[in-house]
């Protein structure tokens, strides 16, 4: 990393491409987004050193951004890896893509020099990663100075949101100072403190579990949030049975390309999980909703809501990283013209999407039907096991299928992004001969059409049926309901699942005939009671109100 930096030229194989089109990778394609990200990083932090160069008040409130510079050159120089680290860790991505769009917004708040200051903190340390001894100004939120892969530094005291402190390093020792005093001396070695928090790390491996650093949400800085002892534990038990699920999944005896299937993946490719918490401290996790989420300004970093099992919390490994490969792949090739549009349907989503949004759902979504597909052909799980795995891969298969086909027929893609689609549709047709229980495969379709149909009556006005998104979201028990079978089934939705439309076809009639979920399953029940082609017609445009009717 220096002022001049070089910039490596980067190449891709067709065949290694066309690894990532099929929704897998190589190591040589992966090994190509990580340089690409790294370079892009390098490109970013010169955008921000021009703009501070031009306008020097932007950072004035801590000091001259050379300073800062001149020792992050000085890092880079007596320890290489480490500066590299710095730079392509996933929360340095974040910052400054942040930091750069605020930058270009014509209304940029006075408090900008604490997202720019972010520069000083990143110096500081890289100076103690590296045993340079520094004394430099540093940004402060709440009196707190936020080190880059390193930890949460605190000076007690009532501080502004925004301030500036002062970091001594001193032989790897390091001591923080504000207005309200000195923190006590610490090191990297330090346990946990009063004024101290080290970052975690998660074993096997060195992926990073971070709770305190303000830039490991998707855009907007966020206030530290440390975990509990409790959650720390849980998430590392988790985490150490996802890690052997996943290296377990990849190939013992790969190909000369160390071809990795979709679905697959290598964990220690991870940089960064990022805890969300439910801002109720008192909820302990009970009801807490599953989420995840990702962003390509930083590679390799997911936010997740710990999951209740360790095959969930890889599947969800398996999604986002998913995403980061297709975003990667993106800053390279523009894969699609897209105008930006929501109107597209998703699968997994309760709002219409546009085309971006779109392929990023049909790559995760391919990733994460492999994955399940593994689950289902695993000869060591139990029966009840592998038929929940074969409900989700033939559900994932069946809606990531139709979502590559409305991509194929959009008229937008470039010539990259139809080797994309193209290699998605090869691989999930090739994944349509895969035998999946007659009575699981059902149920998988089932849920898909429900989904589908309520979506269509929630977001689809006729007669022109341009999306017109009525709720900005809605429950959907189904998809995951279907997975089972209830032994007694009484509500409209179990006796569906199990297989009697004509019995909740009768329940359903019963119910809000308002209530959108309700029509979708009066819809569905009858055409699977009373197959033809009113059913069908009424399958493919629920929202003419149109209910099929017995013959």
């Given at each position: 990393?220096?002022?001049?930096?070089?910039?490596?030229?980067?190449?891709?194989?067709?065949?290694?491409?066309?690894?990532?089109?099929?929704?897998?990778?190589?190591?040589?394609?992966?090994?190509?987004?990580?340089?690409?990200?790294?370079?892009?990083?390098?490109?970013?932090?010169?955008?921000?050193?021009?703009?501070?160069?031009?306008?020097?008040?932007?950072?004035?409130?801590?000091?001259?951004?050379?300073?800062?510079?001149?020792?992050?050159?000085?890092?880079?120089?007596?320890?290489?890896?480490?500066?590299?680290?710095?730079?392509?860790?996933?929360?340095?991505?974040?910052?400054?893509?942040?930091?750069?769009?605020?930058?270009?917004?014509?209304?940029?708040?006075?408090?900008?020099?604490?997202?720019?200051?972010?520069?000083?903190?990143?110096?500081?340390?890289?100076?103690?990663?590296?045993?340079?001894?520094?004394?430099?100004?540093?940004?402060?939120?709440?009196?707190?100075?936020?080190?880059?892969?390193?930890?949460?530094?605190?000076?007690?005291?009532?501080?502004?949101?925004?301030?500036?402190?002062?970091?001594?390093?001193?032989?790897?020792?390091?001591?923080?100072?504000?207005?309200?005093?000195?923190?006590?001396?610490?090191?990297?070695?330090?346990?946990?403190?009063?004024?101290?928090?080290?970052?975690?790390?998660?074993?096997?491996?060195?992926?990073?579990?971070?709770?305190?650093?303000?830039?490991?949400?998707?855009?907007?800085?966020?206030?530290?949030?440390?975990?509990?002892?409790?959650?720390?534990?849980?998430?590392?038990?988790?985490?150490?049975?996802?890690?052997?699920?996943?290296?377990?999944?990849?190939?013992?005896?790969?190909?000369?390309?160390?071809?990795?299937?979709?679905?697959?993946?290598?964990?220690?490719?991870?940089?960064?999980?990022?805890?969300?918490?439910?801002?109720?401290?008192?909820?302990?996790?009970?009801?807490?909703?599953?989420?995840?989420?990702?962003?390509?300004?930083?590679?390799?970093?997911?936010?997740?809501?710990?999951?209740?099992?360790?095959?969930?919390?890889?599947?969800?490994?398996?999604?986002?990283?998913?995403?980061?490969?297709?975003?990667?792949?993106?800053?390279?090739?523009?894969?699609?013209?897209?105008?930006?549009?929501?109107?597209?349907?998703?699968?997994?989503?309760?709002?219409?999407?546009?085309?971006?949004?779109?392929?990023?759902?049909?790559?995760?979504?391919?990733?994460?039907?492999?994955?399940?597909?593994?689950?289902?052909?695993?000869?060591?799980?139990?029966?009840?096991?592998?038929?929940?795995?074969a409900y989700h891969f033939a559900l994932r298969r069946l809606q990531a299928r139709l979502v590559v086909r409305t991509l194929g027929q959009s008229g937008r893609l470039t010539p990259p992004g139809c080797v994309i689609v193209n290699g998605l549709a090869l691989t999930l047709t090739?994944?349509?001969?895969?035998?999946?229980?007659?009575?699981?495969?059902?149920?998988?379709?089932?849920?898909?059409?429900?989904?589908?149909?309520?979506?269509?009556?929630?977001?689809?006005?006729?007669?022109?049926?341009?999306?017109?998104?009525?709720?900005?979201?809605?429950?959907?028990?189904?998809?995951?309901?279907?997975?089972?079978?209830?032994?007694?089934?009484?509500?409209?939705?179990?006796?569906?699942?199990?297989?009697?439309?004509?019995?909740?076809?009768?329940?359903?009639?019963?119910?809000?005939?308002?209530?959108?979920?309700?029509?979708?399953?009066?819809?569905?029940?009858?055409?699977?009671?009373?197959?033809?082609?009113?059913?069908?017609?009424?399958?493919?445009?629920?929202?003419?109100?149109?209910?099929?009717?017995?013959?």
């Open positions: 990393m220096t002022a001049h930096a070089s910039y490596p030229s980067l190449d891709l194989s067709h065949g290694d491409f066309d690894a990532l089109a099929s929704g897998g990778a190589t190591s040589t394609a992966l090994a190509f987004l990580e340089k690409g990200e790294r370079t892009r990083r390098l490109l970013l932090l010169k955008g921000l050193l021009d703009a501070l160069a031009h306008r020097p008040e932007l950072i004035a409130r801590i000091g001259p951004w050379t300073q800062a510079w001149s020792l992050l050159e000085r890092a880079a120089r007596t320890a290489p890896e480490v500066a590299d680290e710095l730079l392509t860790s996933p929360q340095t991505g974040t910052w400054l893509a942040h930091t750069l769009r605020r930058l270009h917004r014509q209304n940029a708040r006075a408090d900008m020099w604490t997202d720019t200051g972010r520069l000083f903190a990143l110096a500081a340390a890289a100076a103690l990663r590296c045993g340079i001894d520094a004394d430099l100004p540093v940004p402060l939120r709440h009196g707190s100075l936020s080190l880059p892969s390193v930890g949460l530094v605190t000076v007690p005291g009532q501080h502004a949101e925004h301030g500036v402190g002062r970091l001594i390093i001193n032989q790897g020792a390091f001591a923080l100072t504000t207005d309200q005093g000195t923190s006590p001396t610490t090191s990297l070695t330090s346990p946990a403190a009063a004024h101290w928090t080290p970052l975690r790390t998660l074993a096997p491996g060195t992926v990073t579990l971070d709770d305190l650093d303000p830039y490991r949400d998707l855009d907007e800085p966020v206030a530290p949030q440390p975990l509990s002892a409790g959650e720390t534990a849980g998430w590392q038990s988790l985490y150490a049975e996802a890690h052997a699920i996943l290296t377990a999944d990849a190939p013992a005896h790969p190909d000369t390309r160390d071809f990795l299937v979709a679905g697959t993946m290598d964990a220690g490719r991870i940089r960064t999980i990022v805890p969300w918490q439910p801002k109720d401290a008192g909820d302990n996790g009970v009801h807490r909703p599953q989420l995840s989420a990702s962003t390509g300004d930083a590679y390799a970093s997911m936010i997740i809501s710990r999951p209740p099992d360790a095959v969930r919390l890889a599947e969800t490994m398996v999604h986002e990283f998913q995403h980061s490969k297709l975003a990667a792949l993106l800053h390279h090739f523009p894969l699609l013209d897209d105008d930006r549009a929501e109107r597209f349907y998703a699968p997994w989503r309760s709002d219409p999407r546009h085309l971006t949004g779109l392929l990023h759902g049909a790559y995760a979504f391919t990733g994460v039907a492999g994955f399940w597909r593994l689950r289902m052909r695993d000869a060591s799980s139990d029966r009840a096991a592998r038929e929940f795995a090739d994944w349509l001969h895969e035998e999946v229980p007659e009575p699981v495969l059902y149920r998988a379709r089932t849920a898909a059409r429900l989904h589908r149909t309520e979506w269509r009556l929630r977001n689809l006005r006729p007669p022109l049926h341009d999306p017109v998104p009525s709720d900005d979201s809605w429950p959907d028990p189904r998809t995951p309901g279907f997975a089972h079978v209830s032994a007694h089934p009484t509500t409209a939705d179990e006796l569906l699942a199990a297989g009697d439309p004509a019995a909740a076809r009768s329940m359903y009639h019963g119910a809000s005939p308002h209530d959108p979920s309700v029509r979708a399953g009066v819809i569905v029940s009858t055409a699977l009671a009373f197959p033809g082609r009113a059913a069908a017609a009424a399958l493919a445009r629920p929202e003419l109100d149109h209910v099929p009717q017995p013959s």
